[in-house]
């Protein structure tokens, strides 16, 4: 009786082992994982301590697969985590090394996140461009250096690019611009140099686009106008120059405008005073003429930030009519006459106004 049960089980027990070994990461996906690994350096948390066995699709830390391919999907390693692992070793991480070309070898990619470890350094491995999956590509916060890769705009499903605060160089690739599933764009804090493509307005899903200090310099392009689903717009910190697009202030949802700290001339176009934007910051630049008389209920600053620039004139009457103005900074002008009576200027100090031709009324010296 023994010897039949024995027989019977044997059939179950190999289907568990079968099953176990189909549900496994494929050798060549581990092998490149342990390739990707073994250029990195990590000495305090021991995140790649897991990483052994044969099956990186199960408790290999950070490595998620595709439960219908087995394939990996998921590379998902931040130095900044509220994982216990950090929690218990009281520390951020921190590692060193280089990002493997092995990584292209996981054709099946659909994120990548290798972010905040400080140190790593080296290119982004320019067969990155070639992942046909990949859609959040997220390496914020090392060392990188080199340009990004010319053919990044093959990815068609990437919706997520961010490289920021990194060491990166070059120009921003043409090929970004065919990035047609792109929501949020985060290239802050490199050294970025060159023009904006003339056809940025072809990123239609842009939500967020976060380009501040670099050394982008040139115009900014009309089209950007073109992007109706784009919220924030950051471009402070950079050499931009020529005048503000008045088709700006039309945008629908554009509710972040950051251009301080470039070279920026012209007036400021009216759009922009009566649009939906909340938070505008033109200053440290050099914008020429007068404050627009364009203020309304429509109008609604957290935050209207002009300073350092070469406004002329009066603050215009019709700011009185701004349904809330938050932080307002006029100083470091050439603006005269009487700073209007009531709100928002009740609640406003001295520094907003300082260092202009003759702005008085309170809270500088009476008129």
């Known amino acids: 009786m023994a010897t039949t049960f024995f027989f019977y089980a044997l059939p179950a027990i190999l289907i568990l082992s079968l099953t176990s070994v189909s549900n496994a ?57 509220e994982d216990p692992i950090f929690q218990k070793a009281h520390r951020t ?30 290119p982004i491995p320019s067969c990155i461009a070639s992942l046909p999956f990949l859609r959040i590509l997220d390496l914020v916060g090392n060392k990188l250096t080199g340009e990004i890769p010319a053919d990044i705009g093959r990815l068609s499903r990437l919706t997520v690019l961010n490289v920021a605060d990194n060491q990166l160089s070059g120009t921003i690739p043409r090929s970004l611009t065919n990035l047609s599933s792109l929501m949020h764009l985060d290239i802050r804090g490199n ?68 251009l301080d700290g470039n070279q920026i001339s012209g007036p400021i176009p009216p759009t922009l005073i009566s649009s939906g934007i909340s938070i505008l910051n033109l200053s440290r630049n050099a914008i020429e003429g ?42 470091h002008n050439h603006l005269c006459g009487p700073i209007p009576a009531g709100s928002p200027f009740d609640h406003l100090e001295a520094s907003s106004f300082v260092n202009n031709d003759c702005l008085c009324g309170k809270p500088l010296r009476a008129c």
């Open 25 to 81: 990461c494929p050798p060549s996906d581990r092998a490149a994982l342990l390739a990707f690994k073994s250029a990195l350096h990590e000495p305090y948390l021991g995140i790649f301590n897991s990483w052994k066995g044969t099956d990186c699709c199960h408790n290999w830390y950070g490595v998620s697969c595709d439960p219908e391919t087995h394939r990996v999907a998921d590379i998902n390693l931040r130095g900044e985590s």
């Open 93 to 122: 991480g921190y590692m060193s090394g280089s990002i493997s070309p092995a990584i292209c070898q996981l054709t099946r990619l659909s994120s990548l996140t290798i972010a905040d470890w400080k140190a790593i350094s080296g």
């Open 191 to 258: 050294k970025i140099s060159g023009t904006l493509p003339r056809n940025f307005g072809k990123l239609r899903m842009l939500s967020r686009a976060l380009l501040s200090k670099n050394k982008l310099n040139g115009p900014i392009p009309n089209t950007v106008s073109y992007i109706y689903r784009l919220s924030d717009l950051d471009l402070s910190l950079n050499q931009l120059s020529g005048p503000i697009p008045a088709s700006l202030g039309k945008m629908a949802v554009l509710a972040t405008l950051n």
């Open 290 to 331: 007068y404050i627009p008389d364009a203020f309304g209920p429509r109008s609604y600053f957290t935050v209207l930030d002009l300073s350092y620039n070469k406004l002329r004139g009066r603050i215009p009457k019709s700011i009185s009519s701004a349904t809330f103005i938050g932080h307002l900074d006029v100083s």
